[in-house]
């Protein structure tokens, strides 16, 4: 009876002890959910405004709307182009695909582009918390953690910016792959099938954006803590065994090192991509030193770190100091950082989270800190999106020990942990809204820089493209007196004065163009323009031709060069011409008008009519279209329906020039 009794306390107690993990397992899985619910409503309330944001004037244009191989959608033939070709000066074939996949849902509304941003980054957020709750086993310090990159001000540009894609894109990547390797190094087993699937997430994510290549080291971090797979005795977590798998012949860092094989074998073909990608890129009309780099690689490191707690006059390009870093900033700043490292080392036994927040941070940002310098900016806030978290675990799992030294509880954290949550939360809102248009941007970050000419530079295009061109030619000046060789600057403000009818100043303008840069491709044209207008052809055309040597690619080069070939009746060139503009840019409405022109001038009728026809498909609102069309239409003898189109043409644009005279010798009227 009594053995009979003993067996059954122990089946009870043994059904009572599952029931107990199912209860608990059902309640973490409850808390990881609101949790997730939880990041996701911040991220929503920080950015959802930027639905109301339109394209900016900064690599938008590029990445989405201006280039057809995007705008066309997902296709077969784009999504081989993505996989085959540079793209903005990278190899991101996915951040590329996800950009055309955004046109085949969305077409150019704004909008939708900005909505897939938001959703992305709230994914990486939620996913960060459970790859450091499947890391760490902590629950809120990881959900503390995901929150703070969640709804940082410095996550702003990469949000807002729909060019930022590639930031967002290649998080959740990031992210899932940290997950993957958590359930690869905790597993009670080795797993072939969890190890490939942490290699195949690192690929994908290096091919949303290469800064992704110094992932295998935040995981050789992670082997150090919190996975403790540093230690030659580790233990199955479920039955206490040591874990034979887990137990190398060699040094276990050895093994750790080996293991990650694959993985740097996937960071260094990737930065040799990027390097090839982006050897236009490197050539940047800055011409700095490499201590000038690494002195401001080391101020960049203090200025991520500064931010981080106070995220305040944030841009979206600081421009280099002007006469670079002085030695007496950099050497105390390389100092502080020396001390802080110094620090993290000796207290690395007892703290291990500090070195390895603190090494995470300095290593995922050396592929950012401008050592090889692209492009003009000094630093870049989307360049703290990943890098950053190293801080947040620091501090996090720092004020957590300090606490609890203290004497304290941990439940007295959640109080200032919320408050941070909350003022964070409402400064992104505050930030995401000077992205609201190009023109609030660049005046932004005018205001919070100095001696920005690229800003001055943007925002006066801004001005020029919404017809303001006597404000543009002030911000031109501005950009040119701050860095008077800023060829582009040139250019623009000549097309500025050409707006105001002041073409001698602006042929000025283009002349020192070219006197900095013999090949400009644009100010040639430019010129072309200018002496077009000024009645000078044949040195237009000189002009024109120079720039389709240099930039045979450019629909507007061949374009230009016929019509000023068209003022000299030459319409055999000028047809060859637009037929060039047309291979390259089929749906150039302006381009099928003029070649309608040239052909019914050459006695070509019929295929007149079919490329004027075709310019009033893409554009039925375009009222020289419907004025030509009419006029080889009553050459025909079509009266009614030229006389629909004169009509027509009046409608669109009333003092049209002897549009309304043609029509009353047709007996028509306008409508």
Not at 57 to 64: A, I, K, M, N, W
Not at 131 to 159: D, M, Q
Not at 212 to 238: H, K, M, Q
Request: glycine share 6%; hydrophobic share 45%.
């Amino acid at each position: 009876m009594r053995a009979r009794e003993v067996k059954r306390r122990t089946k009870t107690s043994r059904v009572g002890a599952t029931s107990q993990r199912a209860s608990s397992t059902r309640r973490e899985f409850l808390i990881e959910a609101a949790i997730s619910v939880f990041l996701a409503a911040i991220v929503w309330l920080a950015f959802s405004q930027t639905l109301n944001n339109e394209f900016v004037s900064y690599d938008d244009g590029e990445y989405v709307y201006e280039n057809p191989h995007i705008t066309n959608g997902l296709t077969f033939r784009g999504i081989q182009w993505a996989f085959t070709h540079v793209h903005a000066a990278n190899w991101h074939p996915l951040t590329t695909i996800s950009h055309m996949l955004d046109c085949q849902l969305y077409g150019l509304q704004p909008w939708g582009h900005h909505l897939t941003n938001i959703l992305l980054h709230a994914a990486a957020a939620i996913l960060l918390f459970l790859a450091l709750r499947k890391l760490t086993g902590s629950l809120w310090p990881s959900a503390f953690v995901a929150a703070l990159f969640a709804i940082h001000p410095l996550r702003v540009e990469s949000v807002a910016w729909v060019s930022e894609r590639k930031d967002v894109l290649s998080g959740v990547f990031f992210m899932l792959t940290l997950l993957a390797y958590a359930r690869y190094a905790r597993s009670d087993r080795h797993s072939s099938g969890k190890y490939i699937t942490v290699v195949a997430l690192f690929a994908l994510g290096l091919m949303c954006k290469p800064t992704l290549v110094t992932l295998p080291f935040v995981l050789l971090l992670l082997d150090y803590w919190p996975l403790a797979r540093f230690s030659s005795n580790r233990r199955d977590g479920r039955t206490g065994r040591p874990l034979s798998w887990a137990r190398p012949a060699v040094a276990p860092y050895l093994h750790l090192v080996a293991e990650k094989i694959p993985l740097f074998a996937l960071s260094a073909a990737s930065c040799v991509a990027t390097t090839l990608a982006q050897k236009q890129a490197l050539e940047t009309h800055l011409t700095l030193t490499f201590i000038a780099r690494a002195a401001n690689a080391v101020v960049s490191y203090a200025t991520y770190l500064g931010q981080m707690f106070y995220p305040a006059h944030l841009a979206v390009l600081y421009p280099y100091p002007e006469g670079n870093l002085r030695m007496a900033a950099v050497i105390p700043t390389f100092l502080l950082l020396l001390a802080l490292s110094a620090v993290v080392f000796v207290w690395r036994r007892k703290y291990p989270f500090l070195l390895v927040g603190w090494l995470w941070y300095l290593g995922m940002l050396i592929p950012m800190l401008g050592l090889v310098q692209v492009g003009p900016q000094a630093r870049a806030d989307r360049y703290t999106y990943l890098p950053q978290i190293g801080l947040y675990l620091l501090a996090t799992w720092g004020a957590i020990e300090l606490f609890t030294r203290w004497g304290f509880g941990r439940k007295i954290l959640a109080v200032p942990a919320l408050l941070v949550i909350v003022v964070l939360t409402a400064c992104t809102y505050h930030e995401t809204s000077y992205w609201k248009n190009s023109e609030t941007l660049w005046k932004h970050a005018i205001d919070n820089t100095s001696n920005n000419d690229i800003a001055h530079y943007n925002l006066g295009s801004v001005l020029l493209r919404k017809r303001q061109p006597d404000a543009a030619v002030v911000e031109f000046r501005k950009a040119l007196q701050i860095n008077p060789d800023y060829g582009d600057a040139d250019v623009d403000a000549g097309s500025a004065l050409m707006v105001m009818g002041r073409t001698d100043q602006a042929i000025s303008y283009f002349q020192k163009a070219l006197q900095i840069k013999p090949d400009f491709a644009e100010a040639w044209g430019n010129l072309g323009s200018a002496l077009l207008q000024k009645g000078q052809v044949d040195e237009a055309i000189q002009c024109y031709q120079k720039a389709v040597a240099i930039k045979p690619g450019s629909a507007d080069m061949h374009y230009n060069l016929g019509r000023a070939l068209a003022r000299k009746a030459n319409w055999g060139g000028a047809i060859a011409c637009y037929q060039a503009a047309l291979r390259i840019q089929p749906n150039a409405a302006k381009v099928h008008n003029n070649m309608g022109v040239a052909l019914a001038e050459v006695g070509k009728t019929d295929e007149a009519l079919r490329q004027l026809r075709e310019a009033l498909r893409i554009n039925p609102n375009y009222p020289d279209a419907h004025y030509n069309l009419g006029g080889v239409l009553a050459h025909l003898g079509q009266r009614e329906e030229a006389a629909a189109q004169l009509a027509e043409a009046l409608r669109l644009r009333p003092d049209y020039p002897g549009a309304e005279e043609q029509l009353r010798e047709l007996g028509g009227s306008p409508r």
